[in-house]
């Protein structure tokens, strides 16, 4: 075996220029056909492994490639896949994409597999469903194929397999729980199967992901893992398996890892600092390789040679260093490609930035490194450390100053809610289950194009500005003739609800070919926060300020609150969380007064992201929504007690979480309900919550027209559980993604079906 080995733990699949995205759609739009869209997937791969060669990766990840979700093509690899999909009766590939698209003939309806998002990552994996029916078993070639690819150029990859605790408790399961021995008996045995293949075809590594392993786990949990394992590895001959780990640290099962023959642990030494600590106090098993994740899978930053060097010397303490692999943190996937794009962006601030294929690099560099004992003196340290002492006199300048200005009563709005609520009932004289939406309306081919013009310089802002006010103008018109009470104006200006801010706000790098994988063929481009947030000028005035115009109905104004702008966006290591939350807040509250200032009266500040990106393990949470929150309230604690501030948020399960979120103190609250079966009214009948509230009635991510009386059940039925008076009517997230026609005879539907349960009061 080599020594001073590197290893990547997965790489992007999308492609440079989002190839991979632009064939499957064309596929799917029967454009492409299936031999090509193969034929080019296999080509792409190809390129990723090739590049990773030439970079000096010895363990090069395999089956990391997906047309779709790796996770989807877990479940069709062990059969974890619902009966009407199977009986289909299609080729494999037809039936993976109904699975993950939904299948609609006329007279078939299959429903797309729902998505969650993949820990606390913005990558949405799809949930496969098992029931007491499913039955394991091997049913696919997907992960053999691509080893096969890789060795025809002469590269012996590392294939890469879901884990089956990981497998088991994301998946959804329907009346089985995962401790069902049946399960596990024949997931064994199709792992056993999985390992046999890759003996014969000549593996020499196979990394198994586990990233379950790094939330709070029960006793439960450790035993399902531990007597899983322990057959499984029985079985596992020649080949050396590791048990990869990424996203935290692995605290509940870290000393029971040494009594299992898992040939290479991979720990993540960035988001699971204390895994450091866990070697440091027990130790490190003989013989096994460590890999160490110290090259951050999940942000754009250049690696600080000075503090990894630190980590891997202090490893070297407790490992032999021969057994030291340097990888990556998590898989590359959740950065974007390559800096070489960039041409735009300046020197000054490019020199600090690391994509996927710099990664790569860093890698080398790294390794190099820790082998040579001068490595003080080596150019490339000096070089980045260097760079990072630049970084850190470039420090955010003003946020010192700013934060530590701050004083309690920033994050206190006055009077108490019970007092404002009546307020702002005699100034909006709204009716009793009052209708609104979330905001955007459906951004239409028309929308898209005035951007791209915009953009390419085809049309004059002049030209697009007109062409917003005039969407505007249809969207209120619109609005008025359906007969909501709370109008927007449809957000018609913003591409994504985060990069809108950013490219407003100061502080952030927009770049231009940035992507990411979001979720299937869906890419976003987060923005980089790099110095002092300052908001330069107003931002949405404006536009809200025309539509109110239009229309004697309250128009609401919509912001994206500081928490969700930083949870999307890659931000800066070097600089606590909290304070960029701060600063991002103070710009926000600039707005939100601006907003008021304009005789705006209702301001919905979301905040999609900040329960999702709760911390993974409990006892971390209660610091995250201290700052959190306090962000939020940053924004709002000044306006006026007339005022009327919402938030919304799109996350499923915070139903214990309420009483966290009654400390934001909004006036009203919007969120997404029809999905989780609304066990979210009971869950607000018994918290803290005050706020008036509006679950959802319709669910926005589905075609489905949604009749009225259905609505109106709903809506008597949320009447019975919390009451009339703090009850508002409206979808459970934007509609931006939506047609037309599907989205406006729904609302019409959701309209009507509030005016009838009003009217017979
Ligand atoms: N106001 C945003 C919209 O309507 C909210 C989107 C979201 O919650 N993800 O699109
Ligand atoms: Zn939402």
């Given amino acids: 075996m080599k020594f001073d080995m590197i290893s990547v733990v997965g790489f992007p699949r999308i492609g440079e220029n989002r190839e991979l995205k632009k064939w499957v759609e064309s596929y799917l739009d029967k454009k492409l056909s299936k031999e090509q869209l193969i034929q080019n997937s296999k080509e792409l791969k190809k390129k990723h492994w090739q590049i990773q060669k030439e970079h000096g990766i010895d363990l090069i990840p395999s089956n990391d490639f997906s047309f779709y979700d790796t996770f989807l093509d877990h479940a069709m690899l062990v059969n974890a896949i619902p009966a009407g999909y199977k009986n289909l009766g299609k080729e494999e590939l037809d039936t993976y994409f109904a699975l993950a698209k939904g299948y609609q003939t006329q007279n078939l309806d299959l429903k797309a597999l729902p998505m969650k998002k993949w820990f606390f990552t913005n990558y949405h994996y799809i949930v496969p469903e098992i029931t007491s029916d499913t039955e394991f078993k091997l049913s696919s070639t997907k992960p053999f194929d691509e080893f096969e690819e890789a060795l025809s150029i002469g590269i012996k990859t590392k294939p890469v397999i879901i884990g089956a605790l990981t497998f088991l408790k994301l998946a959804k399961k329907i009346d089985v729980s995962i401790y069902e021995k049946a399960f596990w008996v024949n997931l064994l045995s199709v792992y056993i199967q999985i390992l046999d293949r890759f003996k014969t075809l000549g593996a020499e590594f196979i990394q198994i992901d586990e990233p379950v392993l790094v939330t709070d786990l029960t006793q439960a949990d450790i035993e399902l893992f531990d007597n899983f394992y322990r057959q499984l590895l029985s079985q596992k001959g020649n080949l050396k398996i590791i048990l990869q780990t990424y996203f935290g640290d692995i605290r509940d099962i870290y000393e029971k890892l040494f009594t299992l023959d898992f040939d290479a642990i991979g720990l993540d ?42 980590i891997l010397n202090t490893l070297s303490n407790y490992v032999d260093k021969k057994d030291i692999v340097i990888s990556t943190s998590c898989s590359l996937m959740f950065v974007p490609y390559s800096l070489k794009f960039e041409t735009q962006l300046d020197s000054s601030k490019k020199k600090y930035l690391a994509f996927a294929e710099e990664k790569l690099k860093e890698l080398n560099e790294l390794n190099i490194l820790f082998n040579d004992k001068n490595y003080t003196q080596n150019s490339s340290y000096i070089y980045n450390t260097q760079l990072f002492e630049e970084m850190k006199a470039n420090k955010f300048s003003d946020i010192n100053t700013v934060v530590n200005n701050l004083r309690d009563d920033d994050f206190e709005r006055k009077p108490c809610f019970e007092e404002r609520i009546k307020i702002q009932k005699d100034v909006l004289k709204l009716p009793k289950l009052p209708t609104t939406t979330i905001g955007s309306f459906p951004q239409t081919p028309d929308v898209r194009k005035a951007r791209s013009e915009l953009k390419n310089g085809r049309i004059t802002f002049e030209e697009y500005d007109k062409f917003i006010k005039q969407k505007i103008e249809n969207v209120i018109k619109l609005q008025e003739e359906i007969g909501l009470d709370v109008l927007v104006h449809g957000e018609y200006e913003r591409n994504d609800m985060v990069e809108f801010f950013g490219e407003n706000l100061e502080g952030f790098i927009i770049t231009k070919n940035g992507w990411v994988q979001s979720y299937g063929t869906r890419c976003v481009k987060p923005p980089i926060i790099f110095s002092d947030i300052k908001r330069k000028r107003p931002i949405t005035v404006e536009y809200i300020k025309y539509a109110q115009s239009l229309t004697a109905k309250p128009v ?22 909290k304070d960029v939350a701060f600063q991002l807040a103070l710009a926000i509250k600039e707005e939100v007064l601006d907003l008021e200032k304009e005789g705006v009266k209702i301001i919905q500040i979301d905040e999609a992201a900040l329960i999702e990106k709760l911390p993974l393990r409990k006892a971390y949470h209660k610091d995250y929504l201290d700052w959190a929150i306090k962000a939020f309230k940053l924004t709002c604690s000044k306006v006026k007690p007339e005022t009327q501030i919402h938030t919304h948020m799109c996350y499923s399960n915070f139903d214990d979480l309420l009483d966290e979120i009654a400390r934001m103190d909004v006036d009203v609250i919007t969120f997404e309900a029809a999905k989780s079966d609304f066990t979210i009214l009971d869950s607000i009948k018994k918290s803290n919550l005050k706020s008036e509230v509006g679950p959802g009635v319709f669910d926005v991510h589905s075609p489905r027209i949604v009749p009225k009386e259905e609505m109106k059940d709903l809506i008597l039925k949320m009447i019975e559980k919390i009451g009339l008076d703090r009850l508002w009517i409206n979808p459970d997230c934007g509609l931006k993604t939506r047609k037309e026609e599907e989205a406006f005879p729904t609302l019409h539907n959701m309209v009507l079906a509030a005016w009838e349960v009003r009217n017979n009061l």
């Fill in 269 to 310: 030494f960035v988001d699971g600092k204390y895994n450091l600590e866990l070697i440091k106090k027990f130790g490190y098993p003989r013989g096994k390789l460590l890999i160490a994740g110290i090259v951050n899978g999940r942000n754009v930053f250049k690696n600080s040679y000075k503090e990894s060097l630190e």
């Fill in 556 to 577: 609401k104004g919509i912001l994206t609150g500081p928490v969700t702008i930083l949870n999307w966006s890659f931000v800066r290591e070097d600089i606590p969380l």
